[in-house]
Structure formats: structure tokens, C-alpha cells
């Protein structure tokens, strides 16, 4: 157990409120934020996790400068998980459709601009350690690698930029800024890297989108959102394992730097026929006629090191699955 406390930004985040239960679960005194904390639908169920008394919420937006000053004084860490990929523009304008400057002011500057002003509050209440999640969407170099690390393999903004994957770009750009800002203040940085996360959620609102959305679809009898199976593949991770990975880089003072938060990637076609043997009577995606193309390949050195046990895909689906299943219709997806 532990006396330290932590502030975890975006503690009704899927990504946030997982790490706030570990958190808690530890015997860690929390500081969760978001922008309206007297949200009905995401306070309740973060007061009501064990060891909640030891929580306290606070509203705030990383988009004010300064807004975190009063929120990080006497915190050991700051985990930053609240750089949500941002799609459109305020006025609604797709990334995909922007040029450069617009994808620039309106898309990625969000983030960085975002994370900057949380870290310039940190460094001023003389908090040393950060843990950041960002996105594998930061780990891809054209031309793809065979298998790829986090100190070797980077995604290129200016390539992001140029198909305008300004949302990618937005993690590309994020990531280069806070590891030089927090080399040139002396803090330790550690960066968490995930794709799909899958697991129970504390916040009933997280298993209504993404491919959770489409598991309790399939859970309850409808189709999943593929109409065919990809030809891709797609890494995944227990939410409980990636918040146990957050903690370790936290807890662990020689961690640093970046890190995969992923267990493995399959292809589409091995986790449908995981799925299907969990849900047999569940409607499936028209199976794939061409031969399977190669998942994704990790080096989960620098992972492993964090030594967190993590379970593997058939146990992230099927805990997933019992979980809908237990949860039934409330729920149920519209
Ligand atoms: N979910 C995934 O499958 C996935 C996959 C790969 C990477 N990631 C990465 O994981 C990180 C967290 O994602 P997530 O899925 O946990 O996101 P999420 O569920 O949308 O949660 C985002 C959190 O940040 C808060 N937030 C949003 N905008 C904010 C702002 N301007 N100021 C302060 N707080 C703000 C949100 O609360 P309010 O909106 O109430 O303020 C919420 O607490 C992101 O960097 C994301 O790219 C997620």
C-alpha cells in the first residue's frame, strides 16, 4: 500500500477511469478530473468504486492555461489521459477534409496545446513525474517494420500531415513535445502506447462505442459492425492490465520513456473465430475470401520490463463477453 497521491486527468475516460480504480485499489489518494465533474453520468460511478472516500473530483479544462495549478500542488504524479482523438473541427469539419493549417490549428494543436498546458502546471507545482497516454497511432514509419520497438519506430507528422491523418499526427506531435519538455525540466515522462482496450467498464457510456459497442451488439443477438471480416489485424489489451501498466511505469523510478500498451495484435479473422466460440449463435461478418495478411508485430521488451502480467486475447474476450452477458440490458444497445 502507498500514501502517495496521484491526479489522474480524465478519470471518466475509459482509459482514466481504469487507471483511477487501480489507483484507489493500491490505497493511492486520487485527484480526478474532467471538464464537468457534476456529470451525473460519470461522477456516481467513479465515487462508488472501492476505496472511493479516498477520491475527490475537480473540474477542468487543459485547454485553460493555468487551469491545473491549483490541482497538482503536493501530487506525486500526473496521469494524463485525457488527449482524446479529435476527429472533427469545432465547426464540424471532417480532419480528412482539411488542409494542413486548418488540420493544424483546429486538430492537433487541441492536444498538444492540451498537454503543454497540463505539464506547465505540473512543472510550476514541482511534480517530477508523468505518465502520458497516447496512441500506437504514433509508432507507425513509412516503410512499415517488421517488428517494431517504441525507441526506433516513430510515426513521421509530416507524412500524417500529407494524408491527412492529422488526428495520428496530433499523438506524433504531442509525444516529440512533451519528452523535450520534460528533459529540459529534469521530470521523469513515461508514455503508455495502446490500440483497442476491452474489459468491464466502470462507466456504463464506455461500452456503448467502438468495438465494445459492437460486442454487445453481437452479445445481444445483433450483427457486429462489420458487415465483412477486415483484412488487417488489431492489437488489444485489458483495460485492468493498461492500468496496472501505468501504475508500473509510476512506481517503477528507473521506467521511462515510451511503452507498448498492448498484449498482442491478431488479425480480424482469428478474433472473430475467438469470438465465435464464445458466442456461437451470435451473427457474424461475412468471412474473409482472400489469404489472411500478417498482424501486426510488436517488440515487447521494453513492456516486459514493467512487469505486469497481462492476459492474453482469449481471456480479454472472454471476460469481456461474461461481463456484457452479466450486465445484460443495462446495457443494451440501441
Ligand atoms: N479508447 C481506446 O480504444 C483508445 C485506443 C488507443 C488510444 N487511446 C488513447 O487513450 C487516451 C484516453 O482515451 P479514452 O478512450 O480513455 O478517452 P475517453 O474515454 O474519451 O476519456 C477522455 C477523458 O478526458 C476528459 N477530457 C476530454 N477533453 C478534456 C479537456 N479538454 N480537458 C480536460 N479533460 C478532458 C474526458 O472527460 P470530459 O469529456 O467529461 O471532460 C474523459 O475523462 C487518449 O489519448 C486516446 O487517444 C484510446
Not at 483511477?20 to 485527484?31: E, P, Q
Request: glycine residues 6%.
Amino acid at each position: 500500500m502507498t500514501e502517495a497521491t496521484i491526479c489522474v486527468v480524465g478519470a471518466s475516460g475509459l482509459v482514466g477511469s481504469n487507471i483511477t480504480k487501480a489507483a484507489l485499489a493500491r490505497g493511492y489518494t486520487v485527484r480526478g478530473t474532467f471538464r464537468d465533474v457534476t456529470d451525473p453520468t460519470k461522477a456516481p460511478y467513479l465515487l462508488a468504486l472501492p476505496e472511493g472516500e479516498h477520491l475527490e473530483l475537480f473540474s477542468a479544462d487543459m485547454a485553460n492555461p493555468g487551469a491545473f495549478d491549483p490541482l497538482l500542488e503536493n501530487i506525486d504524479c500526473v496521469f494524463i489521459a485525457s488527449l482524446i482523438p479529435t476527429y472533427f473541427g469545432p465547426a464540424g469539419k471532417p480532419a480528412r477534409e482539411m488542409e494542413d493549417e486548418q488540420g493544424y490549428q483546429e486538430i492537433v494543436r487541441p492536444t498538444l496545446d492540451g498537454c503543454l498546458n497540463i505539464l506547465e502546471s505540473a512543472h510550476g507545482a514541482g511534480v517530477k513525474d508523468v505518465v502520458i497516454c497516447s496512441s500506437t497511432s504514433s509508432t507507425n514509419p513509412i516503410p512499415s517494420v517488421p517488428n517494431k520497438n517504441e525507441v526506433d519506430h516513430w510515426s513521421n507528422e509530416q507524412e500524417q500531415y500529407s494524408v491527412k491523418k492529422y488526428t495520428s499526427a496530433a499523438k506524433t506531435v504531442m509525444e516529440k513535445a512533451a519528452i523535450q519538455f520534460t528533459a529540459d525540466r529534469d521530470m521523469r515522462l513515461s508514455i503508455l502506447l495502446p490500440t483497442l482496450m476491452l474489459g468491464p467498464a466502470i462507466i456504463p457510456e464506455h461500452a456503448n462505442r467502438g468495438f465494445m459497442k459492437s460486442l454487445a451488439n453481437m452479445v445481444a443477438g445483433e450483427p457486429p459492425s462489420h458487415q465483412k471480416i477486415p483484412n488487417d489485424s488489431n492489437s488489444m489489451i485489458h483495460v485492468d492490465d493498461l492500468a496496472n501498466l501505468f501504475l508500473a511505469a509510476y512506481e517503477n523510478p528507473k521506467a521511462k520513456g515510451r511503452y507498448f500498451g498492448v498484449y498482442d495484435s491478431w488479425p480480424w479473422q482469428r478474433i472473430y473465430a475467438a469470438i465465435a466460440e464464445l458466442l456461437p449463435d451470435a451473427p457474424m461478418p461475412e468471412p474473409l475470401r482472400e489469404p489472411m495478411i500478417d498482424a501486426t508485430s510488436f517488440d515487447f521488451t521494453r513492456r516486459d520490463s514493467l512487469g505486469v502480467p497481462l492476459r492474453d486475447i482469449p481471456t480479454i474476450l472472454k471476460d469481456t463477453i461474461s461481463w456484457l452477458q452479466a450486465t445484460g440490458q443495462r446495457l443494451r444497445i440501441n
